[in-house]
């Protein structure tokens, strides 16, 4: 299957699409990303990822490579020139090249480097993992210190997910100073005794979207919502767990380090945060 692409203005098959190889983002990571989910061939929370974006590129002074609107219309013209009705679309926008590699950025008028493309992942909703739900490990969390703006430089959190596949499983939670951080591409939460515990925002984590609409939805569900450092020894003595993000929604956690949870299932809350979700996404989603 050949993709449609889009790089700088141009929609192309994704055999033809090229980025120049002095690209900062190639060479430094020096570049931000969003993925958005797409359910029913429409977008889930594309405003959100629009704001962070905007947040992480200037957190970086990197100049925004279009308007809210064109970004908008891209989105949509790359699902449907790919028909896709479940999947992501990718984003990446790069400082860009002057040329040559330098340490010091080009100057301000360099143009951005923006390339999007769709992945299709049919049944993603209806994901049989999230039925079984994730067997996770504790990593030490050796990232730089501000995750909240969502660069591309992702090698850690990649090595983080082979050590998890290597021990048999499915992912990897990320420990600082004693207290679980996040998961390699998601954020985390325990729930004892119904209380949802996560931890507060901060340059520590990244600002999930699907955090915040989660944490909206389980408020407006009457469920308990605590914003704290949980530690790891807290995490396994909980009677569920589970993680959220744009590319998996909501991802019951059923054991951590090999120590099961409850019964070794998806536990009630997490299930039925998922089912909110899906069903209110959908419902908002354009
Ligand atoms: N990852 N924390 C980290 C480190 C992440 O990489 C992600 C997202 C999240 C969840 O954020 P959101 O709910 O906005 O997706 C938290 C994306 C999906 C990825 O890298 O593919």
């Known amino acids: 299957m050949t993709r449609t692409v889009y790089v700088n203005g141009e929609y192309l098959p994704e055999t033809e699409a090229k980025v120049s190889i002095f690209d900062r983002g190639f060479l430094m990571a020096d ?5 958005t989910s797409v359910l029913d061939g429409k977008l889930i929370d594309f405003e959100g990822h629009a704001v962070r974006l905007k947040r ?7 100049a925004e490579p279009c308007s809210k609107d064109e970004l908008l219309e891209i989105h949509r013209k790359l699902v449907e020139l790919n028909g896709i009705n479940e999947g992501l679309v990718y984003l990446q926008v790069t400082r860009g090249s002057d040329g040559d590699r330098d340490f010091v950025f080009p100057s301000v008028d360099t143009k951005p480097t923006l390339v999007l493309f769709t992945q299709n992942k049919p049944g993603l909703a209806d994901n049989p993992a999230a039925k079984k739900g994730a067997k996770i490990i504790s990593i030490e969390d050796i990232r ?3 995750r909240d703006i969502k660069t591309v430089q992702l090698l850690y959190p990649s090595m983080g997910k082979m050590m998890a596949k290597a021990a048999g499983c499915d992912d ?12 390699t591409s998601n954020n985390a939460y ?19 979207i699907t955090r915040k609409a989660v944490l909206r939805m389980a408020a407006e569900a009457q469920m308990e919502v605590e914003e704290r450092l949980f530690t790891i020894d807290e995490a396994k003595e909980a009677d569920e767990a ?4 744009a590319s998996a929604f909501v991802m019951p956690v059923v054991e951590i380090d090999g120590v099961v949870l409850g019964d070794g299932t998806p ?3 997490a299930r039925r ?9 959908r419902k908002a989603a354009i």
């Open 56 to 62: 992480s590129l200037d957190e970086l002074q990197m």
């Open 242 to 245: 589970f993680t959220t993000s």
């Open 273 to 281: 945060l998922r089912e909110i979700y899906l069903d209110e996404s």
């Open 190 to 208: 325990i729930v004892k005794n119904g209380k949802i515990v996560t931890r507060p925002l901060s340059n520590d984590i990244l600002h999930g």
């Open 144 to 146: 730089w210190g501000r």
């Open 31 to 35: 570049a931000v990303y969003e993925v």
């Open 172 to 183: 990897a939670w990320m420990i600082e100073d004693g207290y679980v951080t996040e998961g």
């Open 267 to 269: 536990g009630p809350i």
